[in-house]
């Protein structure tokens, strides 16, 4: 998967682990023990791919608590940003939740909201996440396709808006949703123009994989004639 990231023009890559009931074993000991041995291997075969220790963690309702107590592995374990994720197939009001996180110190980031319908198609909601501090990672592979017509016209007025912030391979193995995000970084580029692509699948990333602040300005209002253009 490396290999292929690396191949695919990715230089800093967030070794995720999922952390939710499904995956107990993911203790932050462990993601760090095994981030240690990813780099280690990716030393012996000669990828100069940087990796850091990231969790992708389930949203449930003792998830304020076990961040406080440090159960769970933050971006680059600098507690500067943590990526979240709602449950499968159920969608939940993350508004205080965002609130009480951002009041910690810690800025959540929502990987894929694109996959619930609240969010895709009420902007106010997916703009309040925003203004409360929160930050949207959506995932390539919803940039590329080219099936679902909707997604894509949704998702084009999310980027023209300003609500993506950052991109994610949602890369799970090198067959079956392999890592890659060059063609995503393209058709950005397309929509929008090359620096807002650029500041999509790079700038912002590194920043937060470094654990730099991030100045994210307000989404740009919705109308139906941007959503029609887009
Ligand atoms: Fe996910």
């Not at 009001?93 to 609240?118: K, M, Q, S, W, Y």
Request: proline residues 7%.
């Amino acid at each position: 998967m490396c290999q292929k990231a690396w191949d695919d023009g990715t230089r800093a890559i967030a070794a995720t682990s999922h952390q939710n009931p499904s995956w107990p074993d993911a203790t932050p000991n462990a993601i760090h023990h095994a981030t240690r041995e990813l780099r280690r291997r990716l030393h012996d075969h000669g990828i100069p791919l940087a990796v850091y220790p990231t969790a992708e963690v389930m949203v449930g309702p003792d998830t304020e608590a076990d961040l406080r107590a440090g159960r769970l592995v933050t971006v680059s374990d600098q507690g500067c940003y943590v990526l979240i994720e709602l449950p499968t197939g159920l969608y939940l009001d993350l508004r205080d939740f965002v609130t009480n996180l951002v009041t910690l110190g810690v800025r959540p980031i929502l990987a894929h909201p694109e996959r619930h319908p609240e969010l895709l198609r009420s902007h106010s909601t997916i703009d309040e996440l925003i203004i409360r501090g929160c930050l949207v990672q959506v995932s390539a592979r919803s940039i590329t396709q080219r099936r679902d017509l909707l997604l894509t016209a949704a998702l084009k007025a999310w980027v023209k808006r300003g609500v993506v912030h950052l991109i994610g391979s949602d890369g799970h193995s090198p067959t079956n949703r392999p890592p890659g995000i060059f063609s995503a970084y393209q058709r950005l580029a397309h929509w929008s123009g090359w620096g807002v692509a650029d500041r999509i699948c790079s700038t912002n990333g590194m920043a937060v994989l470094e654990g730099l602040p991030l100045d994210i300005p307000r989404p740009l209002p919705a109308s139906w004639g941007s959503f029609l253009r887009s």
